[in-house]
């Protein structure tokens, strides 16, 4: 019998090494855009 | 304001207080009251995280400051992704799997008793005031724009954020701080749209203008104990700050500790780790656009409308001729701002540029003038910087906007607050109550203390918000206090992982390191406060490491 596909709950929800990667991912974009501002526009 | 605003604001609260009643019916029991039976899933304990830390401070004062100061204060957030990473590997899993209702509780556990009342009996004492401060904030602004009594805008915000905590429990403030959270979001998003909309220049010449006043300056690398907001205060002193306030204090802990598991407890913190620091410039950025707006829009000279009244009453030819003296020189900074984006060339927007940097030194000093004339005449500190949001958005944003920005900031204050009274009322019931005083009442028993104690600590919050002016020296006195302890507290608990730690070593640690950062606060006061969390928490480790090896050795 085939297994019963994961739930949707479970789909929805990373895992928290998936998560942790993002987050470093998301920070490091954020900091990169937050110097570019400042390269750009601060005098 | 208009009646369409009025309606937002009146909506949005009826809204909270029947949700909260709606949601009182769910709850039967104490675990239920206070930990939603560990029922919530992580996005609803991630936004309540968020709402808990965003209060009407953020809203008022921080949106302030970016308009003041620019976008510096942001690095002060740059410890708290990775403090929530590294919460989510170690005290997230300690105090989610000990099934306890209070951090503290679990010290108990670890070490003995008298740690755990210690550590709650401080959480309590600096909780129940700042409870009370953080409805202050909004209430004085509130009072000063609208003309009310402070006793007014105390209870209009106070009122129905205790009676749906107490009746709805944990389940209305976290589904409360959801949608609390949404209308901040939707409301920060909504005034830089307008804002961009509005301004009389492109974006680009917008953060030109913003820039060469020093307010797109985000980094800032020095190693200077003594600065508040640099890179490594941030990174270092914030990450300790955030450990502290995220993992040891009860007003967040009981966030986490609703989460269904161990998993959605780690995810709901690091949802704050994703979208803080991008939240935060968000704010700032709003500050630093309504600088930029009010270079091409005559900004009122003093932004408390009280203290303007007070000064136009008392020394109105003082302040008349200060005023056209400011006119003047707006009108030439104004025309010098309008150049700059005109300029033909690279040098002829650089001449626009030094121009209108003058008339802006002027334009501040001018300004100075004013705040120094106010505080002669109203003996107090002008804290100026708190109204130039409101101001905005009363008399510059559209019919309708203007009421949700109001209501967010309620919302902010709202959603702080509901999550103290929450966790001062577990601590008092959990900690002391149910500890000390009757360990063998029935479940029901504790329901009833359990809303009596949240009534009890929202009543406080009111009394000492209402009187914030005349215990300002007193509520000082008690924030300074707090901050002796933050990093000490964080420190008993990184003990509490240490396998070779003891109970000795974690009491007399506490007491230690409260006392060094007290002896730092006094003989040293030009370090910059987060620093204090980092030097408190080492030595309560440092000292409870000694003493518990001392304690196994005689053993």
């Keep these: 019998m085939p297994s019963d596909p994961p739930s949707s709950t479970a789909r929805s ?31 | 304001m208009h009646p369409i605003n009025w309606i937002i604001v009146v909506g949005y609260l009826a809204y909270v207080m029947i949700d909260g009643v709606r949601r009182a019916k769910g709850t039967k029991d ?45 690095q002060f957030y740059f410890g708290l992704p990775l403090a929530m990473v590294i919460l989510g590997v170690t005290l997230v899993p300690f105090l989610h799997g000990a099934k306890v209702f209070t951090a503290y509780e679990y010290l108990e556990r670890r070490f003995d008793a008298r740690t755990r009342s210690l550590t709650a009996f401080l959480f309590l004492l600096s909780r129940g005031m700042s409870a009370g401060t953080i409805l202050a904030a909004p209430a004085v602004v509130f009072s000063a724009v609208f003309g009310w009594p402070l006793t007014w805008s105390v209870a209009l915000i106070g009122i129905p954020t205790v009676i749906y905590t107490m009746l709805g429990g944990v389940q209305a403030v976290t589904w409360a701080d959801v949608k ?19 301004m009389p220049v492109a974006p680009d010449d917008a953060l ?28 270092i002193g914030g990450t300790f700050l955030m450990l502290s306030y995220f993992g040891t204090d009860q007003s967040q802990v009981q966030r986490y500790l609703t989460a269904r598991s161990v998993d959605e407890a780690r995810s709901s913190l690091l949802m704050s780790a994703y979208w803080k620091i991008p939240l935060q410039a968000l704010v700032l950025m709003v500050g630093v656009l309504v600088f930029v707006y009010y270079q091409f829009q005559a900004p ?11 000064v136009v009453a008392e020394r109105g030819p003082e302040y008349q001729a200060l005023e056209g003296r400011f006119q003047e020189t707006f009108t030439l900074r ?69 009421g949700i920005f109001i209501a967010a900031v309620m919302a902010a204050a709202m959603s702080s607050i509901a999550a103290e009274l929450n966790s001062l009322s577990t601590a008092s019931v959990i900690d002391f109550y149910r500890r000390w005083v009757r360990p063998e009442a029935d479940d029901a028993h504790f329901l009833r203390v359990s809303k009596l104690a ?32 933050y990093g000490s507290i964080l420190g008993v608990f990184l003990l509490a992982m240490l396998p070779k730690a003891r109970g000795a070593g974690a009491f ?15 003989g040293a006061p030009s370090i910059s406060f987060l620093w204090h969390n980092v030097i408190g928490a080492v030595t309560v480790v440092v000292v409870g490491m000694v003493i518990g090896g001392r304690a196994r050795a005689n053993a």
Excluded: K
């Design chain 2, 208 to 235: 030109r203008i913003a820039g060469a006043t020093g307010r797109m300056q985000v980094f800032d690398f020095s190693f200077n104990l003594n600065e508040t907001y640099t890179f490594w205060s941030g990174v």
């Design chain 2, 508 to 522: 007399f640690g506490l007491l230690a390191g409260m006392g060094v950062v007290a002896a730092v606060t006094f």
């Design chain 2, 300 to 310: 009122p000279l003093l932004y408390n409308p009280a203290h303007e009244a007070a």
């Design chain 2, 334 to 402: 104004e025309a010098a701002a309008r150049r700059v984006p005109d300029a033909a060339g690279e040098a002829e927007a650089q001449a626009a540029m030094d121009e209108f940097l003058a008339h802006e030194a002027t334009v501040q000093d001018i300004r100075s003038e004013a705040l120094a004339l106010a505080e002669n005449v109203t003996g107090e500190s002008s804290r100026d910087v708190n109204y130039i949001i409101p101001r905005f958005v009363l008399s510059e944003l559209p019919i309708g906007l203007s």
């Design chain 2, 180 to 198: 609390q959270m949404v209308l901040i979001v939707v409301a920060l998003v909504s005034v830089v749209v307008v804002l961009l909309l509005n």
């Design chain 2, 454 to 485: 949240t009534a009890f600590w929202g009543i406080f919050a009111c009394f000492v918000a209402t009187y914030a002016a005349t215990l300002g020296s007193l509520i000082e006195v008690v924030n300074r206090f707090g901050s002796f302890f």
């Design chain 2, 30 to 74: 104490v675990e239920g009251y206070f930990l939603a039976n560990r029922s919530l899933p992580w996005w609803a304990v991630g936004l309540s995280v968020m709402a808990t830390q965003l209060s009407a401070v953020t809203m008022i004062g921080t949106t302030g400051q970016g308009a003041t100061d620019g976008l510096r204060f942001v």
């Design chain 1, 13 to 43: 929800r990373p895992s928290f090494r998936t998560t942790l990667t993002r987050v470093l991912a998301v920070q490091a974009a954020t900091l990169i855009l937050l110097w570019i501002l400042q390269s750009l526009y601060h005098v």
